[in-house]
């Protein structure tokens, strides 16, 4: 699977969750300090649903089109294109709710008898109090019976599994985790990452929160395979997809914090975004966090790599965030972060620099 750009990624936004987590005791020593990364069954069978309907199928930014995997997909499933459940998945997608329908999926899980079951450590994983899942069960369940999906995804695992092992080569949890709770005071106990091989650009996030459990959910990409780039470099772009969702789970508590000054600052979006991805973002402050996560992971960039491959990957989010996604002034933000973390005492964390950068931005 070749990624290309890497760069339009449009679901990025993160809420605080509503009580919708109910972890077991079990659960919880379970996944207390650890990091998973998986290929949801019923979040890939929804994938796939998604890949053969008409949106699907005109989304390059939804659906990754290029690789050998979809094509795969779609001789096997496209002939059930007419399927209801296709409709109904269609018609959520024509609403904006991909992310939602995605999300919510990684809540349920398919049983012995092959019915589909919802988890009860969730009520939704979407930031609404709304499960977009649970009304279609019943459709998703004749689906995955009339295309023997189960049988497709089983055939499937040890590619799934490939690219589980190379993800955790491409960027390492443990290192971004440690650093992220050095720089900020959030603390989070477990992180579940969860992909498909067939995303390209559209991830989202979401943090749960029950008897002193903090949980952190992404949903992303699969890993680089491009050949013409090094393995750092794809360590490097790697990182960036899943970090900047794990940022915002702690960038945007700190945010809130500003909120009515970063509001009254960034309410001038001509000056700030430029359409395209940026459209996306509706309020102030959610385009204020679009720029500090971006730039925050090239703090990380400075502290990890060397300085060449620094450059390289710090050039790329430049002109991924300012040309492609249409955050328009994110070079000269980013520089003005990058020296002021070059310049910071060292006492002094990314916390810290919030008043300074907002102070930048006051005077754009």
């Not at 059930?80 to 269609?90: A, L, P, S, T």
Request: aromatic fraction near 14%; include cysteine.
């Amino acid at each position: 699977m070749t990624k290309g750009l890497l760069g339009f990624i449009l679901s990025t936004l993160i809420f605080q969750s509503y009580g919708q987590f109910s972890p077991t005791i079990d659960y919880i020593s379970s996944n207390k300090n650890k990091w998973t990364i998986e290929v949801p069954e019923v979040q890939e069978l929804i994938h796939i649903i998604i890949a053969i309907t008409p949106t699907g199928e005109n989304d390059l930014n939804m659906v990754q089109h290029d690789t050998k995997y979809y094509k795969n997909v779609m001789n096997y499933f496209q002939k059930y294109e007419g399927h209801e459940i296709v409709r109904k998945v269609n018609n959520l997608l024509k609403k904006g709710r991909y992310a939602h329908v995605k999300m919510d999926a990684c809540g349920f899980f398919i049983n012995e008898q092959g019915r589909i079951v919802k988890d009860k450590t969730y009520k939704q994983l979407n930031w609404s109090n709304i499960n977009y899942v649970e009304s279609l069960t019943s459709d998703l369940e004749d689906f995955s019976v009339k295309t023997k999906f189960r049988e497709f995804y089983k055939s499937n695992l040890t590619f799934y599994n490939e690219l589980i092992e190379l993800m955790k080569i491409q960027m390492p949890i443990d290192k971004q985790w440690k650093w992220l709770e050095e720089m900020f005071p959030n603390k989070y106990d477990n992180y579940r990452i969860t992909f498909s091989p067939l995303v390209n650009g559209s991830h989202s996030t979401n943090r749960f929160e029950a008897d002193n459990f903090k949980q952190t959910v992404m949903f992303i990409c699969g890993p680089i395979t491009n050949p013409n780039w090094t393995d750092k470099i794809k360590e490097g772009l790697m990182t960036r997809v899943v970090f900047t969702e794990i940022d915002h789970n702690y960038v945007n508590p700190v945010s809130d914090k500003f909120k009515n000054e970063i509001s009254k600052i960034f309410s001038s979006r001509t000056k700030w975004t430029s359409g395209k991805d940026s459209k996306g973002y509706g309020s102030p402050i959610s385009v204020f966090n679009e720029y500090m996560t971006w730039s925050v992971f090239n703090l990380y960039a400075l502290d990890t790599f060397d300085e060449s491959d620094f450059k390289t990957i710090n050039e790329r989010v430049e002109v991924q965030m300012s040309d492609w996604r249409g955050f328009s002034k994110f070079k000269e933000f980013n520089q003005k972060l990058v020296e002021l973390y070059k310049n910071k005492n060292s006492g002094q964390s990314i916390v810290d620099l919030y008043p300074l950068i907002i102070d930048w931005c006051r005077h754009e």
